[in-house]
């Protein structure tokens, strides 16, 4: 199945886009999505533990299962405020 | 791009007005229970140095949908802590200047300490959990920032912010 | 009677306004040390009821010159208590309706914890020592309030304002 | 000596004037003052242990000497914010 995951801040700049076309194999979590994006985009892979997620635009936890045409965002630590 | 989910949450490349935030947040607390005694608010506006770097500049990234729902959920929390508070968040984007606010709180109840609380906790748990990146641009290089890890299940982290703002 | 000594304190008839407020603040912040990141403010307002009885407006007097000083009085300990801080303090007073700011206060510093800090200390003091006086009138009768008693010498009453502000 | 006594608030409206002419033997105290003061408008006496006081415009405390021409502000309890 085919998902999108979304990138930002230096997420976005280390892999060099903000939106991603991931597949996968069914059935799969967020942190198989995680998986093939650092696959796709390596240098991301130092995120590994500073990540969190979200499922189409709803705060998510890495062991979400993901379904296909699902939206994918991974955060880098914020910095708002 | 603007996102506006209701008028008092909201993510927006606009400068901000507290003027108009603190028109609405108060409107919510006047008529119930003892009225609206009290109105804190908190401004973040963008310095001039940081670590002893001049700053010429801020870029603030937001994942708006998220964001918007990250402030709905401080808003909620706001309201199951302190039942007869309001609590308004507006948080901008884009480039932002030396002595821009980057984010505007508002927060009104009937008595000005559960107002100082509720404006304290909000902005704690702003930094904590939502999605929006900061980007500083200095005469001499760039830098994210990268503060708190997103979330906002996190009941450590809201337990935090509690004892921060009620201390 | 309008009465203004600097731009930062003043007491007045005229509404009063934050924005305008917060741009001096602001200012006396912005190049000094770290500079301006944040500004707390707070706002009294006329509340719509008062020990269940309903509001219909109120009356502020004040000795405007001793109002100066007092201020004044707070901006200092203000300063050596937070160095890096600025502050302002405006008092209205004549007739005031449900909903209208009896007193804005704002507070501006390079960090967020300093600013509600000396915001809050700030109206805990104006509170003790500003002489101003509330007269309420409600649908069936008036009344005088009679708070705190006015000694801007008293030092267990500076150091409770302290505690407060900084718990 | 002539000094004038200003009255604020509730003690203004006890006494019926914001301003009183008060006549006092030399050397005095703000709180000769006072005690002028309420032998004159007998309604403030229950303001004995509750007022603060000024001279000139300036904080000051009851055994503060008060001139000729002085002009000495009582305070009932404060209210404002």
């Known amino acids: 199945m085919r998902i999108t995951v979304r990138l930002f801040a ?3 700049e280390l892999a ?3 939106t991603l076309a991931v597949d996968l194999l069914e059935p799969a979590t967020v942190a198989d999505a995680w998986r093939a994006t650092v696959a796709v985009a ?8 500073a990540i969190s997620c979200a499922v189409n635009a709803n705060f998510s ?4 299962p993901v379904a296909a045409g699902d939206d994918v965002a991974f955060l880098p630590p914020v910095s708002g405020g | 791009m603007l ?17 108009h935030l603190i028109v609405q947040v108060e409107a919510c607390v006047r008529t119930g229970g003892e009225g609206c005694g009290a109105v804190a608010s ?19 990234e937001a994942f708006d949908a998220l964001a918007l729902k990250a402030f709905q959920q401080i808003q909620q929390e706001a309201g199951q802590q302190w039942p007869n508070s309001a609590l308004g968040i507006v948080h901008r984007t884009g480039r932002l200047t030396v002595g821009e606010a980057s984010v505007a709180i508002v927060a009104a109840t009937a008595h000005r300490a559960e107002a100082f609380q509720v404006c304290r906790y909000a902005i704690e748990r702003v930094k904590q959990i939502a999605p929006v990146w900061k980007h500083e641009f200095f ?3 760039e830098a ?16 935090r912010a509690l004892v921060i703002a009620c201390a």
């Not at chain 1, 390596?42 to 533990?49: I, V, Y």
């Not at chain 2, 606009?14 to 003027?19: D, F, M, V, W």
């Not at chain 2, 908190?42 to 603030?60: I, K, N, P």
């Not at chain 2, 994210?144 to 337990?159: K, Y």
């Open chain 2, 144 to 159: 994210w920032v990268e503060g708190a890890l997103t979330d906002p299940f996190d009941e450590a982290a809201r337990a």
């Open chain 1, 61 to 64: 936890r890495m062991s979400h």
């Open chain 1, 10 to 12: 230096r997420l976005r």
């Open chain 2, 42 to 60: 908190f401004l973040g506006l963008v310095r001039a140095t940081h670590q002893g770097r001049s700053v010429r500049y801020l870029e603030y």
């Open chain 1, 16 to 18: 060099g886009t903000e």
């Open chain 2, 3 to 19: 996102a506006i989910l209701n008028a008092m949450v909201a993510v927006t490349p606009a400068p901000l007005s507290l003027e």
């Open chain 2, 139 to 141: 005469d001499d290089g």
């Open chain 1, 42 to 49: 390596p240098a991301l892979a130092p995120f590994d533990r």
